[in-house]
T-cell receptor, first 112, second 116 residues
Framework: KAGVTQTPRYLIKTRGQQVTLSCSPISGHRSVSWYQQTPGQGLQFLFEYFSETQRNKGNFPGRFSGRQFSNSRSEMNVSTLELGDSALYLC???????????FGEGSWLTVV | AQSVTQPDIHITVSEGASLELRCNYSYGATPYLFWYVQSPGQGLQLLLKYFSGDTLVQGIKGFEAEFKRSQSSFNLRKPSVHWSDAAEYFCAVGVGSAGTASKLTFGTGTRLQVTL
């Protein structure tokens, strides 16, 4: 079956703009979580959604937000982009959040 | 708060040699533990996980890991490394609300280089 799918894979944005990233979880998975990966900070948890509700949250500013739709697909949004937001954004899904977590290939965001 | 330490930033082994990547975690209860591998420019692939039960877990690609509660460790091993194993390896502990594992805290990773 298809894995976790993230779109777009690569994008370049200008400082001050906003960006929306999309994630389609594995079929049947209801938990979707997002991570940011940078060379300096490593892999950091952003937030997790389950049944359209945010269930866990990391330590990121309010510029980072997300949502989940009734079909479990999820989007994350970053407003007022800063240069430091350049990163690989990874989406992960699991059946319930208490089991195996599978990652997508990620969305590479470059802020110039 | 939970934390994960991978003390080795970079390891080089010869093809065919054995491998052990170290991982220590800090968490008050029994955590969910994972090992992931990442090739350059790619996402994370799950190698294996520990939730409960047998402390020696088998994963894909011939990897195994042993959970040692007394040492707060979850070291990854492979008896014979292949050149294709060269990648970055991440240990993670999963802790979240309502007993979930979905909030992963990762170590800083260990980059494995394999020489022929």
């Amino acid at each position: 079956k298809a894995g976790v799918t993230q779109t777009p894979r690569y994008l370049i944005k200008t400082r001050g703009q906003q960006v929306t990233l999309s994630c389609s979880p594995i079929s049947g998975h209801r938990s979707v979580s997002w991570y940011q990966q940078t060379p300096g900070q490593g892999l950091q948890f952003l937030f997790e959604y389950f049944s359209e509700t945010q269930r866990n949250k990391g330590n990121f500013p309010g510029r980072f937000s997300g949502r989940q739709f009734s079909n479990s697909r999820s989007e994350m949004n970053v407003s007022t982009l800063e240069l430091g937001d350049s990163a690989l954004y990874l989406c992960a899904s699991s059946l319930s959040g208490a089991d195996t977590i599978y990652f997508g290939e990620g969305s590479w965001l470059t802020v110039v | 708060a939970q934390s994960v330490t991978q003390p080795d930033i970079h390891i080089t082994v010869s093809e065919g040699a054995s491998l052990e990547l170290r991982c220590n975690y800090s968490y008050g209860a029994t955590p969910y533990l994972f090992w992931y591998v990442q090739s350059p420019g790619q996402g994370l692939q799950l190698l294996l996980k520990y939730f409960s039960g047998d402390t020696l877990v088998q994963g894909i690609k011939g990897f195994e890991a042993e959970f040692k509660r007394s040492q707060s460790s979850f070291n990854l091993r492979k008896p014979s490394v292949h050149w294709s194993d060269a990648a970055e390896y991440f240990c993670a502990v999963g802790v979240g609300s309502a007993g979930t594992a979905s909030k992963l805290t990762f170590g800083t990773g260990t980059r494995l280089q394999v020489t022929l």
